[in-house]
């Protein structure tokens, strides 16, 4: 991610940091004004940014202090995508022993399991790790953002994560199947195969954190169970994990129906994209309704992520500020 060098002379040293893979103004700002905080806040050194390489000359105890911190301050920015200046701040002024306690407890707090291969699954912003936080006081969460933010990719892990606990017996993934109208009869297949291509994204995830034959089991045993929205009517689950998927393009009945199968030790979690509504233009999403109706509700938590919880290409959250800004002018 980074490659530091730490050069001695006869009055000064000199240690150079260069940025592997990461925009300096990420870091900076796009202006240096994060460059100017630390410049106040390590007066002893000489700071020059030019490119990808940052150099500090002065003491070598102050330098190894700065480098220890500026490591902090871009191990922060690979766990959360982001930098801020209070971030920096509490960074700087934190004792050594203060900054290895906290950065070992985020850590063990980020970690949600270990997937195939050694993969290690994280919550990786801020807004993924409020996902993770309220989960263990709240048995019902909606998590509501763009696309590439992993409010999935989390509500599988944590599902996942709560089934290999022995917390639940069960994992409920669903997605209401706009495309075919729930409708779903005139596809071919088993109704697994008829919901495949409407559940890919849980697929995808459960394969990063499951292996191939074990996640075979587990669906053919029905522990953990695919089925289509309009299909959960009449039943009560208990002691489940149950995941509604893409649920902005639930309507209003079908989500009430949804939220009200929760049963006894249940967890839910829902989560959906207010800007990608696939409905036709007279029904109303079940998801805005809700949040205007439930926010106040105890025991349900709403986590609202945006593009600074992207964790696609960079690019990806460019995309969505350019609409959001489109959106804006309109």
Do not use: C, W
């Not at 639930?250 to 129906?257: D, F, I, N």
């Not at 998801?287 to 945006?306: D, H, M, Q, Y």
Request: charged share 25%; aromatic share 6%; glycine share 6%.
């Amino acid at each position: 991610m980074t490659e530091t060098q730490l050069n001695q002379g006869n009055t000064a040293g000199e240690l150079t940091i260069s940025l592997e893979a990461i925009h300096p103004a990420d870091i900076f700002g796009l202006k240096e004004e994060r460059l100017r905080l630390l410049k106040k806040l390590f007066p002893k050194l000489r700071l020059i940014l030019r490119g990808n390489v940052l150099k500090a000359i002065g003491d070598d105890d102050e330098l190894e202090l700065f480098d220890q911190k500026i490591k902090s301050i871009l191990n922060h920015f690979e766990r959360f995508n982001k930098v801020t200046d209070e971030a920096i701040l509490e960074i700087i002024t934190s004792t050594d022993s203060q900054t290895l306690k906290g950065k070992a407890e985020a850590n063990s707090e980020a970690l949600l399991l270990h997937g195939r291969n050694g993969m290690l699954i994280k919550a990786r912003t801020p807004n993924q790790m409020r996902m993770v936080q309220s989960f263990k006081t709240h048995d019902m969460l909606f998590a509501i953002g763009p696309a590439g933010t992993g409010k999935t990719y989390t509500a599988v892990a944590l599902a996942v994560r709560a089934l290999k606990n022995k917390e639940v017996r069960r994992i409920i993934l669903t997605r209401p199947a706009v495309e075919a109208g729930e409708n779903l009869g005139f596809l071919p297949g088993d109704l697994k195969d008829k919901l495949d291509p409407y559940l890919q994204p849980l697929y995808d995830a459960l394969r990063d954190m499951i292996p191939p034959a074990k996640l075979e089991s587990y669906i053919e045993d029905k522990t953990i169970e695919i089925a289509p929205l309009a299909f959960m009517r009449g039943r009560t689950l208990d002691n489940a994990f149950a995941i509604l998927d893409e649920a902005q393009n639930a309507t209003e009945s079908q989500l009430k129906m949804f939220l009200t199968r929760m049963g006894k030790s249940a967890k839910f979690i829902i989560t959906g994209d207010v800007t990608q509504i696939d409905l036709p233009r007279n029904q109303t999403s079940g998801l805005i309704t809700a949040t205007r109706i439930l926010n106040k509700v105890k025991g349900i938590e709403f986590i609202f992520l945006n593009e600074t919880d992207v964790v696609r290409h960079p690019l990806v959250t460019k995309i969505i500020q350019a609409y959001d800004g489109s959106q804006t002018k309109e």
